[in-house]
């Protein structure tokens, strides 16, 4: 198969969907793939290394006409619109429920629309998100240690503290990917640190593995208030699938808290679960409530596109393969989990959630695509 990757040109986006050892693998497997010249730069990956792998570079209009398979990381945005096309396949983040044009984009094309985000495995994981979720958890923990400097505007403490001196407080608001990895970093740092969720088998887990190390606790309206009073950085990291983010923390919470502590709203991309939380950008990532240091960025991953490039491929090859292998029709017959990341096919919706979302009749993909395993 002709796989392609293109070049992001959505403003801050340095992360390429595919490594050159990515390339590598699917040239091994007899399959041609071409790069729009230029595309790895912003993860650290020139052209060379891929022409020395095999790949072919090529500029962006040669690689949208020539492929059946291309790999993007963001959504497509409205210039690109046109490039869209019947017999291709697309495999990048799509979200389409919050994006009514590029939904509409894709049932006129008639391209077959998968999306990372949508694919999900018999346990209900969601294994293209997740280690977004890990760079995610690292960097908020980062963030904290940073913006609690005096002359970032933060309380002026050492997140670990030294010998002799109290290390500062960290509150983790859900354990999950996130919280996991916010904790790991913590603790690293030399933190005292607290999660706090509202599942007792995922507070279990964390107790298997963080044994010791963190206080866990059962969320409650009073405990998170408790842990948030307490905290020097507070980090937010609930989800309720399909859900807006619950308010965890109230603007009168925020009120009592410690001046220069930093809250980390990791949730913002679903709405944040800080009453006081609104998305901010890489370019400008804090603000101030009641003399409370606020960090809302909504792409964290995009501030590490070495790590987060890497950390994609590692996942997305798996799928790619298979896509590129038997098509994407077998592909989707014989696995169950890329089955559901299809969202759009022949100019029609196959992901409920997204067709409902825009007042659209969800088509089932059996209807479309053959899902007996073959
Ligand atoms: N800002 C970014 O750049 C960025 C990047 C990656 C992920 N995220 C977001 O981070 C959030 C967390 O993602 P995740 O992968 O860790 O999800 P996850 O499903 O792995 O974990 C969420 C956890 O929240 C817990 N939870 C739910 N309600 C709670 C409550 N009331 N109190 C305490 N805990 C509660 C759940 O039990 C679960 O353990 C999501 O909103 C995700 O979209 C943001």
């Given at each position: 198969?002709?796989?392609?990757?293109?070049?992001?040109?959505?403003?801050?986006?340095?992360?390429?969907?595919?490594?050159p050892?990515?390339?590598?693998?699917?040239?091994?497997?007899?399959?041609?793939?071409?790069?729009?010249?230029?595309?790895?730069?912003?993860?650290?990956?020139?052209?060379a290394e891929y022409e020395a792998v095999g790949a072919?570079?090529?500029?962006?209009?040669?690689?949208?006409?020539?492929?059946?398979?291309?790999?993007?990381?963001?959504?497509?945005?409205?210039?690109?619109?046109?490039?869209?096309?019947?017999?291709?396949?697309?495999?990048?983040?799509?979200?389409?429920?919050?994006?009514?044009?590029?939904?509409?984009?894709?049932?006129?094309?008639?391209?077959?629309?998968?999306?990372?985000?949508?694919?999900?495995?018999?346990?209900?994981?969601?294994?293209?998100?997740?280690?977004?979720?890990?760079?995610?958890?690292?960097?908020?923990?980062?963030?904290?240690?940073?913006?609690?400097?005096?002359?970032?505007?933060?309380?002026?403490?050492?997140?670990?503290?030294?010998?002799?001196?109290?290390?500062?407080?960290?509150?983790?608001?859900?354990?999950?990917?996130?919280?996991?990895?916010?904790?790991?970093?913590?603790?690293?740092?030399?933190?005292?640190?607290?999660?706090?969720?509202?599942?007792?088998?995922?507070?279990?887990?964390?107790?298997?593995?963080?044994?010791?190390?963190?206080?866990?606790?059962?969320?409650?309206?009073?405990?998170?208030?408790?842990?948030?009073?307490?905290?020097?950085?507070?980090?937010?990291?609930?989800?309720?699938?399909?859900?807006?983010?619950?308010?965890?923390?109230?603007?009168?919470?925020?009120?009592?808290?410690?001046?220069?502590?930093?809250?980390?709203?990791?949730?913002?991309?679903?709405?944040?679960?800080?009453?006081?939380?609104?998305?901010?950008?890489?370019?400008?990532?804090?603000?101030?409530?009641?003399?409370?240091?606020?960090?809302?960025?909504?792409?964290?991953?995009?501030?590490?596109?070495?790590?987060?490039?890497?950390?994609?491929?590692?996942?997305?090859?798996?799928?790619?393969?298979?896509?590129?292998?038997?098509?994407?029709?077998?592909?989707?017959?014989?696995?169950?989990?890329?089955?559901?990341?299809?969202?759009?096919?022949?100019?029609?919706?196959?992901?409920?959630?997204?067709?409902?979302?825009?007042?659209?009749?969800?088509?089932?993909?059996?209807?479309?695509?053959?899902?007996?395993?073959?």
């Open positions: 198969m002709r796989i392609g990757v293109v070049k992001e040109i959505k403003p801050d986006e340095y992360r390429v969907a595919l490594t050892a990515g390339a590598r693998e699917l040239a091994q497997h007899g399959h041609e793939v071409y790069v729009e010249a230029g595309a790895g730069e912003g993860s650290a990956f020139p052209d072919r570079l090529a500029g962006a209009d040669d690689v949208w006409e020539a492929v059946d398979l291309l790999l993007k990381v963001k959504e497509p945005i409205a210039e690109e619109y046109p490039r869209l096309r019947e017999g291709q396949v697309l495999f990048t983040y799509l979200h389409l429920a919050a994006d009514e044009p590029l939904t509409r984009a894709l049932m006129e094309s008639g391209t077959t629309a998968i999306a990372y985000e949508t694919v999900e495995t018999a346990d209900h994981q969601l294994p293209l998100l997740a280690p977004m979720s890990e760079v995610a958890g690292r960097l908020a923990a980062q963030a904290g240690a940073h913006f609690l400097e005096k002359p970032l505007g933060g309380r002026g403490l050492l997140l670990g503290g030294v010998a002799g001196v109290l290390p500062g407080k960290v509150a983790i608001l859900g354990g999950g990917m996130v919280g996991y990895n916010s904790a790991v970093i913590a603790l690293g740092l030399g933190a005292q640190v607290r999660i706090l969720d509202k599942s007792v088998n995922r507070l279990r887990q964390l107790e298997q593995v963080l044994s010791g190390r963190v206080e866990l606790v059962m969320s409650s309206a009073l405990e998170v208030e408790r842990a948030v009073l307490d905290a020097d950085v507070v980090i937010g990291a609930v989800l309720i699938p399909g859900a807006k983010a619950p308010k965890l923390v109230s603007a009168a919470m925020v009120k009592e808290m410690k001046r220069g502590a930093v809250l980390c709203d990791v949730s913002i991309d679903q709405g944040g679960c800080f009453e006081t939380s609104h998305p901010t950008t890489h370019s400008d990532p804090v603000y101030v409530v009641d003399n409370v240091q606020h960090y809302c960025v909504s792409n964290m991953p995009g501030a590490v596109p070495i790590t987060s490039t890497v950390a994609l491929t590692n996942v997305t090859l798996p799928y790619i393969e298979s896509i590129a292998d038997v098509g994407v029709r077998e592909a989707v017959a014989s696995h169950p989990s890329l089955a559901l990341g299809v969202n759009v096919i022949d100019g029609k919706v196959t992901y409920e959630a997204v067709a409902e979302a825009h007042g659209l009749e969800a088509t089932p993909l059996s209807e479309v695509l053959p899902l007996e395993p073959v």
